[in-house]
């Protein structure tokens, strides 16, 4: 785009050239992303979309875990319009995807298909969105403020530039944010210079990184579905490769924060708890697993990592060959810092979903399918046109399916559509 960097130099003496604004630019083309774009796409809207990595980059890092959702509520409509409209094959409705699958067969196809007509920009990240001409405690609830594009600032290749649009949709989840691995969630003794030794992602133990976890001693930390999936795969790599061990260390009590749901609609989310639940009477030879456990300390040992472990409060020091630290994410909130944000003090996302959110669930775990509908309100921001949409909507709050942020980006467009400063 779009603003013209070469006439800054000239912008003393001659007339600056007006720079484009865009209607919408999407941040991070993930799932939502990319709906956003489908939709808006068919609304006549003129929208840009931001990438940092590739298409789909999140769900490329997990894409040998299972969906736990079939397709039916992995697509989005519109995504699903655009490719019916290009006379596309779409998968079974009730099919059940690995990641890898649903971006090959899904995602890249659409984005393929609107790259005709959007900007849909791979290898782009955002590095921050402010508000022309006013500061963030500047004219709050200010209509003069709302009528303002947004400063985009994009980095490519080591390059900056800017762009500017009259809405904001930050899509960017909170895949590329893990929590820290230490207890209360602050990083644990030595952690922050070991974060590059500590995989904090879903690994692939059996296939993409089975040269690294074969024959090999791992600590992984963490009792949710993230890590309940690396559990099942490092005894799946125990039983092949029985040099491999793993020592489970997980917060609770009970083991994991993973909840049976009374006839749970999805089945595959059903099976992985059954499968954890067999898992902890069947550990692999030399394995562990270790409840109210916490990580204190890490350090290097040579080849390997020392740790610190608090298991009921007692220490015990051990070495391991790797640790996989699945505690979490949560959302990054460098890009609208400068924006008039209302974030949850709790879940950091932002409020008026947080509240929802919370209220919906009380203190406990509730099924992400009951997220539906949440209204137009809970995505509205005191920054008006400025949306967070998707996985990162729920902050730190992991209870997140496409599905609902599909809902979101429909409630969103309508509100741009309708109230926004769409004077052109
Ligand atoms: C292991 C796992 C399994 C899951 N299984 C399911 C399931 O079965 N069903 C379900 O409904 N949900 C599932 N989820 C939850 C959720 O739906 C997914 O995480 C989904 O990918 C979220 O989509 P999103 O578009 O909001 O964000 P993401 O998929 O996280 O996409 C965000 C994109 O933004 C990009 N990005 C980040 N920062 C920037 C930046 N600054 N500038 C530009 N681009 C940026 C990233 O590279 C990424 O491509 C799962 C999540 C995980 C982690």
Redesign the pocket.
Known sequence: METNTKDHSHSMRSTTRQAHIHDLAI???????LEAASASNALGLDVIG????KV????DQ?GQ?R???PFE??AGPAGEQVLINAAKTLPEPDEIMT?ATFLNNYLQPLADQLSGSVALLEG???LAVGRQGWLKHEGIDSSARATQPFRILVEENGNEREVLARSVFD??????RPNWAGGSGIPARGERQMRNKIEYH?PDPTHRNRDKFESSRTLLIGGGH?AA?TALALAELAIEEPKTSFVWATRGGGGTQLHPLTNDPLRERAKLVDQIRDLRTNLPSGSEWLTQAQLVAVWAEGQGIGVEVAVNGDIRRDRFDHIVANVGYEP?DT?YRQLQIHECYASRGPMNLATTLLAASGDGPTDCLSHDGLGKDTIQNPESGFFIL???SFGKNSS????T?YGQVSAALSLIVSELHFTK
């Not at 899509?171 to 590329?176: I, K, N």
């Not at 997140?400 to 599905?403: D, E, G, S």
């Open positions: 941040v991070g083309l993930g799932p939502v992303g931001f990438e940092a990595t789909g980059g999140h769900v997990w875990v969906l736990f959702s509520l992995n990641g782009v990240r955002v899509c960017s989840g909170t895949y590329g879903v993230s999936t990054d890009i998707g996985a990162k997140f399916l496409m599905r942020g």
